[in-house]
């Protein structure tokens, strides 16, 4: 069956290191997103690719970077310049705009 | 500035208790209103699409409508399986990414 994985499911970051969030689909879609989602708050877009070897920031894109190497693949690093990471992360894709999103189970990411 | 506001933040029904959740909007140029259901721990599950003002879409016991400034999600008598969070997004012409709302929780109790 096609769609998209996120792994891990959790992750625990210490202070200072870096994580990277693994985003893969068999859809066969373009474009692909990173949202994350805060209680309370709606997703909040971090970083988006419409093309192979090409994105474009997102609203809350300090402290993340990303690649697009393969069009199946989106992994997005979390760097220690994020201030704030605790938060759950969602990665989706779609095969163009009048069909929507599909939407990866998530990763949960927590600082200790 | 691009904005969605839904409301009510979190409700409460009685299994076939209908009722609707509002998703009100201000977006230049409106592409397309998109209604998600999330469960806890996952991620957003497609509901519909609505493009224009007047149009409507059902699914089981959901209908989502579309005016000008707003769309409603009815949910006619709920079971408690349709309890979860339900996002709305829009979509602004020209660009190809989606701005959410924060949700609106629904329990559905037996």
């Known amino acids: 069956d096609g769609g998209i994985t996120q792994s891990p499911k959790y992750l625990f970051r210490k202070e200072g290191q870096n994580v990277t969030l693994s985003c893969e689909q068999n859809l066969n879609h373009d474009a692909m997103y990173w949202y994350r989602q805060d209680p309370g708050q709606g997703l909040r877009l971090i970083y988006y690719?419409?093309?192979?070897?090409?994105?474009q920031k997102g609203d809350i894109a300090e402290g993340y970077s990303v690649s697009r190497e393969k069009k199946e693949s989106f992994p997005l690093t979390v760097t220690s310049a994020q201030k704030n990471p605790t938060a759950f992360y969602l990665c989706?894709?779609?095969?163009?705009?009048?069909?929507?999103?599909?939407f990866g189970s998530g990763t949960r990411l927590t600082v200790v | 500035e691009d904005q969605v506001t839904q409301s009510p933040e979190a409700l409460r029904l009685q299994e076939g208790e209908s009722s609707s959740l509002n998703c009100s909007y201000t977006?230049?140029?409106?592409?397309?209103l998109f209604w998600y259901r999330q469960d806890p721990g996952k991620g957003p599950e497609f509901l519909f699409t609505?493009?224009?003002a007047g149009e409507e879409k059902e699914k089981e016991r959901l209908k989502a409508t579309l005016t000008k400034k707003e769309s409603f999600l009815h949910i006619t008598a709920p079971k408690p399986e349709d309890s979860a969070t339900y996002l709305c997004?829009?979509?602004?012409?020209?660009?190809?990414?989606?701005?959410f709302g924060a949700g609106t929780r629904l329990a559905v109790h037996p």
């Open positions: 977006v230049s140029g409106l592409r397309g």
């Open positions: 609505l493009y224009s």
């Open positions: 997004a829009v979509q602004r012409g020209g660009y190809n990414k989606l701005i």
């Open positions: 989706a894709s779609t095969q163009g705009t009048n069909y929507g999103y599909t």
């Open positions: 690719s419409q093309i192979v070897n090409d994105f």
